[in-house]
């Protein structure tokens, strides 16, 4: 492993999107903060900024009003980022089949990469799920492709 | 502030309260929820469980006789299993692990040379 | 001061405080969670920040912000050399003054409003810890008769007997610069659970925000050898009370809450100002003829 | 060109654990105006309610919000039971009353640490939410899950709480007390945090009143109101007695809150004292046929189910009202005045629930 | 169509016509009532709306009854709180709420992507419902 | 042709606006300004090349110059009663009477003392106040040509009144350089009247209700500076003999027996300098065009109140009164700094900006060091370029954005980079170092340091200032929400030739700090306070003082070095984004308008900080003034002791 995927393995700085989720998930993230699991230990911190993320948490199955700011949330994150949907709505929209204002999941709009199963999803499974994003992470290209748009032209 | 000072030295100069995940994982509780597997052996295929399942993560297709499971639908609820009037379906109090693609699992009945076991199919 | 010794200076100030200065700021927030019941990063984690930082692709700061940026890391850098070779203090305070200017104009160019009004309140800030550290040069001055640096090496005595207060108003500066509570008003330190989000930082991205993470590393050696200067005789008491008051202001963040910038121009300018006059005033009244 | 300052709070807004969009107007940093933005959590559970079969639908309204949502789904129950004539067996009341009251404990150490977060006080934000670990693993063990614990069913309760976990309850909350107790000291008593909330967003009790304020809220005014003392489930068998602290300010609200806490404590273990043996639940045939209104008091005050039934396995109606739609009234005739540090601060104060706002 | 009769937990539901509803609602408020929310039902060519009071944790209501396509006069007057449940029922049933105090013109919960207002009874046939597994 | 010099500096300019009235044509106008101004920097240029000198005209074919004095005098004191009694000011004329009635019986009393034999003397001061002068007041008088044609569209006056305008600019420009090198109290006098006069009646320009109101304050206040430094005359005139009662050399050479003049004539400097209490006049002289604000009230004119201060150093040193000065211009420079904050005006921010500085320098001659001394000369020489850039470039800004406002200067940098970076600079030669009024301020603090009183204020002061300038162009760098740049920004040429050069030259004195140092500041020390080595040693590289040092070469190298590298590393590959706005994404077309409550764009805006719960001008005037006022009655009462 090289310098630069090891430091990306250790400094995932984390944003959080609450994508209309019931909450569980959300608190179970906060939870992984604190002392009991606390991901600081392997160099996370939240953020709360797009522009400083390299993993997105979203939790949520997405609704029609917050479709867009998640969406715009994605487009502010440098690349490289990877997308962890935290909890059975955001992976698949979950319980919230017949809402009509859900989208059901969140791949639905934005690319994911890892899905966190669980309702809700357990703070040691959201450290799982964070450990395998990352890997993911790592091996992303260091330099964007040729040609390729930054971060905010594409999608 | 001074009653935070003593809380903060007593933390300082105990051990943390982090537990060691994941090097050295928990046992879970042992009435956990946790993972929802299909044994077929006994299923007659009836579809109650579907029905009762509130995410409509279960499908039966009961012409193919197999049960088709997308385990990041489920919310874990135990109802299906509360449903099921076979023993067909159980929860362990396992966590389900992340993946990087939903997986649907098909469960079928078992031959009897082969071991009822999920068959990963990936979207 | 001779040549090889001053380019070995140099090369203290440019290269290795910046190393130590990344164990400290790793140093800083393993012990915060240690405060709060937490095992918390590795010490070595600002390397991996920044290293990471590095490594993204694209940078979405504004051209002007950047430059700004590097003009804040080099004053941090110049300030720094300053006191490693023994020069004014007030002109490196000034230096100090610079960077912050820089990082302020900086962050006023940025197009979010949270940088914006954190910038304001980085601003306030600046009012609230630079007069407390030109009363500390003053008070230096004082007992050595000179602003030189250099000077105060040649003590007998340390100073920090008759400059008490000065060491109060350091923990009080620290806890600014380092952003910590009750201070961390324009931005926190590493969380950004603020109402200005990240204060000046909001819009910095990528390797841009590797230049402040830079920054920090050098911001950190200052501050602790300005609190050396207090007890430059033998100089590891010195860096140790540098120490001590980093440990003072890491135990008072996590033993207070963030306070509002009102609350800190109250304090800064009803309090640790008029505190630190008078301790110069009482350096002033027993001032030997012989300075 | 207009003067002051106008700034989007949210949605996505780093201390703000939920979606929500202010609005705010400022001159100097002083608030002037704030309106909110809702519908980023708006999933359309009412809906779903009429579509879904109505036992699929205590799934559905637990998670309405995965903070309250025992007792969301206690409430549904209540309302759906009332429509069918059931009354849940003695045991599962008071299972009920249990589980209940470790929610409520958890929703408030969590909101206290939430508030220490949003002025910046990490460690006290670290060390309620270290000490609320100890109430997830109590509902982790009991229920097999730690915050949507899917307890409640039509007819009482899916699980037990057997000798030995009532045994670990009962060993496990007086530690919770005495850290509580310690913590809530230092949170109550400390200069910075009085500086934070003292006088902060004061909603005197009259207004509080008047715009409709619920639950810790209207406690926080003085305002004496609680449905547990309408006694549903068991607590018309159990002490009871509401806390009330008079200011109305960010700390009072606090402040009955983090007495709260202590409360419900108490509340778990009578309850599992006074513990009767029995069924868990009643069965039942039938659909649901008429209407009901279930009033309880979830952690950020009165919650209301009205579940109308026609017959069907679907329901005609099923209509929510939370605590914190009541309580958004008042906070938004509050935060102009305050300053805006204190706009996540008395924001905060009223605990608000935006999942369970926006269903 | 039928409204409600008995609801188990409302102590009282007192009917008022639409033009004198202002003026039930004053006379709660003049009770010191607290006002605890609306609540609507689709009764097929009108709404049933509910506004429900607390007194000392009874609950009473008054009841108007709506037809499809006319004007609800505004609670806010009386009642500031009741802002967001009638914008609610403006996105939710489609109820023109007419004075209302902060107005949000139907968009307060919802963005305008439905066709209808998704609370009609008629609309639930409209959403497609997912019950089938896509695979 | 050395003799030639001092008249060309003081009457040639004066001819020049009498011929400005003459000849009403722009053009002809405009050549007389730049003749004038060809000629003053020539010889100012001259007059510093050639050094020490004294000179004394001879009579003009028949008549005594000490004649065309006295009548010249005659008509000022009459034309301002004549003003006083039509602008209907009971206070200002009693104050010209007063004067008039003083000034009478000067004459008839003791008119034979009031002959001197050295009627100019240049010494270093004289020079560096000369330079000053004649080069800034030179590129002032050019800018305002432009300026003048934009502004009398802005404000038609019927008929135009620039002829009367550049008149007033050139006999202002002559007679500054009549008082720096005037070492005769008597004719002194004289010039310092005139420019009250030009002063007040530039300040009425527009003719408005408030540009008149402003113009009474002025007239009234500096004619209680004038019947104080008439008084003064009065006073040496009746204690000394014929001959030597006016020369200025003699009185201030060194410690003199006559305190209570001196005194009167710091209270005189008071009064131009606008220090407090009479900070009033200089605030409401904003009203004028800008290029009087960048000549008279900042660059020049008020700078001739500092001036005389510094001129009187000698004669106070060691005395009481010598410390009360200090204490009065520090208590000026804090309460001013912070009053400052407050402002949302960039003129008032400027003027008092320019009050502060003023009271910097005033409490820096009343240190009475060779260190304090020294710093309050180059803060002179440095404060008047980069205050006079930063008037330019307001002016700039003020005619293309139609405000003063700084809240309307938002952004400024999209629609006007130019004159944006040169404001910037201008108050980063203000404020940062290695620039020269850094390292002027730096020589006040380490002069100040063994006195706590001075040292405590010029820390505080200090503080304050940075924050009002890095407000003012954190404003202008403040990317304005929804305004798409506007890269088009036409300048006249004059515009930029003149700020250009002030800003090169702001630029360039800095880099040359050790040289001014060594060229002018030291000579002045030494010349006058006879004090040689104690103030500051200027090395190629260092500026040294017994105890600090300030390395000017090595932070402009650094300095240079971090640009290099800033410009370096902010070129690299940048992606476009839209900024951090809580997630909302900005609705289509509006930048900063995102989607806001009912889904409506709701534009986001930032406004400044002024904080006015602190800092506001009514809050803090009660004090100011008293103190003020306490402060000069003790100056007064410390000299009578
Ligand atoms: N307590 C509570 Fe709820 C409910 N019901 C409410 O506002 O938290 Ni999510
Ligand atoms: S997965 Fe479950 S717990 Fe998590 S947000 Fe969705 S509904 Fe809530
Ligand atoms: S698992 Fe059970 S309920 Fe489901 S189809 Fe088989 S037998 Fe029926
Ligand atoms: S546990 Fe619940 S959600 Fe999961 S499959 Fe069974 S019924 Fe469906």
Known sequence: ?155 | MARMLRSVLHNAFSKPATRPFPEAPRAAFEKARGLVTFDCTDCRFCGACALKCPTGAIRVVREERKILFEPFKCIVCGACLEACRFGSVQMGPERRKPVYEKPVEVYTKPEADKPATPQDRNE | ?291 | MSEGTSVPFGPQHPVLPEPIQLRISLEDENVVQALPALGYVHRGIEKAGELNDFQQNVFLVERVCGICSSIHALAYCLAVEAVLGLEAPKRASYLRVVWMELHRIHSHLLYLGLLAEAFGFESLFMEFWRVRERVMDLLEMTAGNRVIISVCTIGGVRRDIDAEQARAIREELPKLRDEARRLVDSLLSDYTVRQRTVGKGTIPAALALELGAVGPTLRGSGVAQDMRMAGYAAYGELEFRPVTFPDGDTYSRTAVRAEEVFQSIDLVLAALDNLPEGDLKVGFKGRPEGAALARVEAPRGELIYMVVGNGTKNLERMRVRVPTYANIPALLTVLPGCEFADVPVVTLSIDPCISCTER | MSVLGEVSGIARIEDAPLESLLDALRAYRQRQARFITASCLDRGDRFEILYLFDEDLRTVAVRTLLPKGAKLPSATGVYLCAFLVENELQDLFGIEVEGLHIDYSGKFLVTDTFDAPPLLKQTACELQLPKENPS | ?641
């Open chain 6, 1 to 641: 042709m050395r003799d030639l010099l001092i008249p060309i500096l003081v009457l040639s300019p004066m001819a020049g606006g009498a011929l400005a009235l003459i000849l009403r044509g722009r053009a002809a106008r405009s050549a007389l300004v730049a003749l004038s101004a060809a000629a003053l920097v020539f010889a100012a240029v001259a007059l510093a090349s050639n050094g020490l000198m004294r000179y004394t005209p001879g009579p003009l074919t028949t008549i005594d110059w000490n004649r065309v004095v006295l009548a010249a005098d005659v008509v000022l004191l009459g034309w301002f009663l004549a003003l006083a009694w039509t602008r209907r000011h009971p206070g200002a004329f009693s104050l010209a009477l007063l004067q008039a009635v003083g000034f009478a019986f000067l004459e008839i009393r003791y008119g034979e003392r009031l002959r001197v034999t050295q009627g100019f003397v240049v010494d270093w001061l004289a020079i560096a106040m000369v330079l000053l002068v004649s080069i800034l007041g030179s590129a002032i008088a050019l800018y305002a040509i432009p300026y003048m044609d934009e502004h009398e569209r802005h404000h038609p006056g019927v008929p135009s009144r620039q002829p009367r305008f550049f008149a007033l600019i050139l006999v202002f420009l002559g007679a500054m350089n009549g008082l720096a090198l005037s070492n005769n109290l008597y004719w002194t006098y004289l010039f310092w009247e005139i420019t009250t006069l030009c002063c007040v009646l530039l300040i009425a320009h527009d003719g408005t209700a408030e540009a008149v109101a402003s113009s009474n304050r002025a007239l009234w206040m500096n004619l209680v500076g004038g019947c104080a430094f008439l008084a003064a005359i009065l006073m040496l005139a009746h204690a000394q003999p014929i001959g030597e009662a006016m020369a200025i050399d003699r009185l201030v050479g060194g410690p003199t027996p006559y305190l209570v003049p001196v005194a009167l004539l710091c209270l005189a400097g008071f009064t131009k300098s606008a220090q407090l209490p009479f900070q009033g006049w200089l605030l409401g002289a904003m009203v004028a065009p800008t290029p009087v604000s960048a000549l008279l009230h900042s660059s020049t004119m008020v700078k001739a109140g500092v001036y005389l201060v510094i001129r009187c150093a000698p004669a106070m040193q060691d005395t009481g009164l010598t410390n009360v000065v200090a204490l009065a211009g520090a208590f000026t420079f804090v309460a001013t700094a912070m009053v400052a904050i407050s402002q949302r005006n960039a003129k008032r921010v400027l003027a008092y900006s320019t009050i502060s500085n003023l009271g910097l320098i005033i409490a820096c001659a009343g240190l009475n060091t060779a260190m304090a001394v020294s710093a309050a000369v180059m803060l002179l020489l440095f404060h008047a370029v980069s205050k006079a850039l930063l008037f330019l470039a307001a002016g700039a800004i003020e005619q293309r954005i139609g405000s003063r406002e700084i809240e309307r200067m938002e952004g400024l940098v999209l629609r006007m980079p130019w004159t944006t970076a040169l404001t910037v600079l201008g108050v980063l030669t203000m404020l940062l170092p290695p620039f020269g009024v850094l390292v002027s301020k730096w020589a006040a603090l380490e002069s100040a340091a063994r006195e706590p009183a001075a040292m405590v204020l010029f820390v505080l002061g200090s503080a304050f200032t940075v924050l009002f300038w890095v407000r003012w162009i954190g404003r202008l760098m403040a990317v304005e929400p929804g305004r798409e740049p506007e890269m088009t920004e036409q300048m006249p040429a004059l515009f930029r030739w003149t700020m250009g050069s002030v800003a090169a030259l702001a630029v360039l004195l800095s880099l040359l700090v050790t040289q001014v140092m060594q060229r002018f500041v030291a000579p002045v020390v030494a010349s006058y306070l006879q004090v040689g080595s104690e103030g500051f040693r200027a090395t190629v590289a260092d500026l040294e003082s017994r105890i600090g040092s300030f390395p000017v070469l090595g932070l402009a190298l650094s300095l240079l070095i971090a640009v290099a590298l800033a410009v370096i590393l902010a070129s690299g590959r940048r992606a476009p984004t839209v900024p951090y706005l809580c997630g909302e994404p900005p609705a289509e077309g509006a930048e900063l308008a995102p989607l806001g409550p009912g889904d409506r764009p709701a534009p986001v805006r930032v406004s400044g900080t002024y904080l006015e719960r602190f800092f506001a001008e009514e809050r803090h005037a009660a004090w100011m003034t008293v103190g003020g006022v306490l402060l000069t009655a003790a100056m007064l009462g410390v000299a009578a002791l």
């Open chain 1, 1 to 155: 492993m090289n310098l630069i995927q090891k430091a990306r393995m250790k400094s995932p700085w984390i944003l959080h999107f609450n994508a209309g989720s019931c909450n569980g998930c959300d608190i179970e993230i906060l939870s992984c903060l604190t002392p009991v699991y606390d991901i600081e230990r392997f160099g996370a911190v939240n953020v709360g900024n797009p522009k400083h993320a390299d993993v997105l948490l979203v939790t949520g199955p997405v609704n029609r009003r917050n479709e867009r700011v998640l969406r715009n949330l994605y487009d502010q994150m440098l690349d490289p980022k990877i997308v962890v949907a935290v909890g059975t709505c955001a992976s698949s929209g979950g319980v919230f089949q017949n809402c009509y204002n859900c989208m059901g999941g969140v791949d639905k709009v934005i690319p994911v990469d890892v899905y966190v199963p669980g309702c809700a999803a357990k703070p040691e499974t959201i450290i799982e799920g964070l450990i395998l994003g990352l890997e993911k992470l790592a091996k992303m290209p260091s330099k964007p492709k040729k040609g390729a748009q930054p971060a905010e032209a594409r999608t």
């Open chain 3, 1 to 291: 001061m001779s040549t090889p010794e001053i380019a070995i200076r140099l090369f203290a100030a440019v290269l290795l405080a910046p190393i130590a200065g990344m164990l400290l700021v790793g140093l800083d927030r393993r012990i915060s969670a240690r405060l709060q019941g937490r095992v918390g990063p590795p010490v070595t984690q600002p390397f991996y920040d920044l290293v990471k930082l590095l490594a993204k692709q694209g940078d979405t700061t504004s051209r002007f912000q950047t430059a700004c940026l590097a003009l804040y890391l080099a004053s941090n850098v110049v300030s720094l050399a300053m006191v490693f070779l023994g020069q004014d203090l007030l002109v490196m305070l000034f230096v100090v003054a610079f960077g912050a200017v820089a990082y302020i104009v900086g962050g006023f160019s940025a197009k979010s409003p949270y940088s914006q009004l954190g910038t304001q309140r980085e601003m306030l800030q600046l009012l609230t810890y630079e007069p407390l550290l030109i009363f500390l040069a003053v008070g230096i001055y004082l007992r050595t008769g000179s602003f030189l640096a250099a000077d105060v090496l040649r003590l007998e005595r340390p100073l920090l007997p008759e400059l008490p207060v000065f060491a109060l108003t350091l923990v009080v500066v620290y806890c600014i610069k380092l952003r910590k509570s009750p201070f961390d008003i324009a931005a926190s330190a590493h969380h950004g659970h603020q109402e200005v989000v990240r204060g000046p930082l909001s819009e910095v991205a990528g390797p841009s925000l590797a230049l402040v993470e830079l920054a920090h590393w050098y911001e950190l050696p200052l501050l602790l050898s300005i609190a050396a200067l207090l007890w430059a005789t033998p100089l590891w008491a010195g860096v140790l009370l540098g120490l001590a008051c980093l440990l003072a202001s890491i135990v008072v963040d996590n033993v207070a809450a963030r306070l509002t910038w009102s609350w800190m121009l109250r304090f800064g300018w009803a309090v640790a100002v008029p505190a630190s006059i008078a301790n110069l005033l009482y350096l002033y009244a027993t001032r030997g003829g012989g300075s």
